[in-house]
């Protein structure tokens, strides 16, 4: 399973096509330039099956505006370790302003660049875990090394995680399943004892699905 990169550095001529909309900040640093470390969302990915969560390509990203000045931050409430981006919106040839969820930051700068540090990751989440992303940076790279990425550990969970996440397709299936039946029985497509045994078999499935899938992220899914 892999992602093909159109570009591994974007530039303000690229703005009408990207979307920094639910992307994570991480670290800022304000120099000459204002860099963000961030978690970019290349694709949302249509579930395999319809009533399932989205899934994500998502890679770790510097997202740097040249010369920034007139910084001024709008923000109502306090942020912990990371803050997450509305949109990113631009007036005229130099005004921007980051909306977050937590507030604004507006300033001024004569475009951006952002670089696709790494390699996309599949995600279930919109998120790449601190661990497996090599923490945080504000590198402008194209090829940052990571050596979490194919760490035992983590190459294992990553392995369960697509199991179960095959086990989520399947119970979701069996629930569909489920329902049409119901709606067999209320339409008296289905004699009694057909519908008790049928019934008895998908719950049957079901709870083995729910007892492998207890205490994954994919419990509730």
């Known amino acids: 399973m892999s992602y093909r990169l159109e570009k591994q550095v974007w530039t303000d001529a690229d703005f009408e096509q990207m979307s920094w909309h639910d992307c994570n900040i991480y670290k800022i640093r304000l120099t000459e330039d204002l860099e963000l470390d961030i978690d970019y969302i290349l694709q949302w990915n249509k579930p395999d099956l319809e009533g ?15 010369s920034a000045q007139d910084l001024a931050f709008d923000f109502d409430i306090g942020f912990g370790n990371a803050f997450e981006i509305e949109d990113i919106e631009k007036e005229g040839n130099s005004r921007w302003t980051i909306i977050t969820q937590q507030g604004d930051i507006h300033f001024s700068s004569k475009g951006y660049e952002q670089y696709i540090r790494q390699e996309p990751f599949f995600e279930f989440g919109q998120t790449i875990s601190f661990i497996e992303r090599n923490g945080h940076s504000l590198d402008r790279t194209t090829n940052q090394e990571n050596p979490n990425r194919i760490r035992e550990d983590v190459v294992q969970q990553r392995q369960k995680d697509l199991e179960d996440y095959e086990n989520v397709k399947k119970r979701h299936l069996k629930k569909q399943e489920l329902e049409q039946l119901l709606k067999a029985r209320e339409n008296y497509e289905i004699d009694t004892k057909q519908y008790l045994l049928k019934k008895k078999e998908i719950n049957d499935r079901l709870f083995s699905y729910d007892y492998f899938l207890k205490g994954t992220r994919f419990e509730s899914w």
């Not at 998502?58 to 505006?65: D, E, G, N, Q, S």
Request: without cysteine; glycine residues 0%.
């Open 52 to 66: 399932m969560p989205f899934t994500f390509w998502v890679a770790p990203a510097t997202l740097v505006f040249k």
